[in-house]
């Protein structure tokens, strides 16, 4: 089994900052992309930033410039870095990861979400 934790949300004022982190645990051959997703209430889920296992990212348009994706491949763990936070990025925050947890297993997992609320 492999599980994905996400941790670090909770409410910030308008302009503030927050980082998000999701370690991956469990059986663990390889692990390729990982990223993370958002979803508003009333809303489809998005993409919200992408890194694969060199290095590689990608944003979606509303966070480029203001969050920052990064992972430490000896901890199994990916970061979202939120700067100058807007109310509208208020939404549960969850982790993916493409996973091969066996030379024949290769599945996408994803996490519980995280709620993030940007308010005054």
């Known amino acids: 089994q492999v599980q994905l934790v996400e941790s670090g949300g909770g409410l910030v004022q308008p302009g503030g900052s927050l980082r998000l982190s999701c370690a991956a645990s469990?059986?663990?051959?390889?692990?390729?992309?990982m990223g993370w997703y958002r979803q508003a209430p009333g809303k489809q889920r998005e993409l919200v930033a992408l890194i694969t296992s060199n290095g590689s990212t990608n944003y979606g348009d509303s966070v480029k410039d203001r969050f920052t994706i990064s992972r430490d491949n000896a901890k199994n763990t990916v970061y979202l870095q939120m700067n100058s936070l807007k109310p509208e990025d208020t939404a549960v925050y969850y982790c993916?990861?493409?996973?091969?947890?066996?030379?024949?297993?290769?599945?996408?997992?994803w996490g519980q979400g995280t709620q993030v609320t940007v308010s005054s």
């Open positions: 993916n990861a493409d996973i091969k947890s066996s030379i024949y297993v290769r599945n996408r997992y």
């Open positions: 469990g059986n663990i051959f390889s692990i390729y992309a």
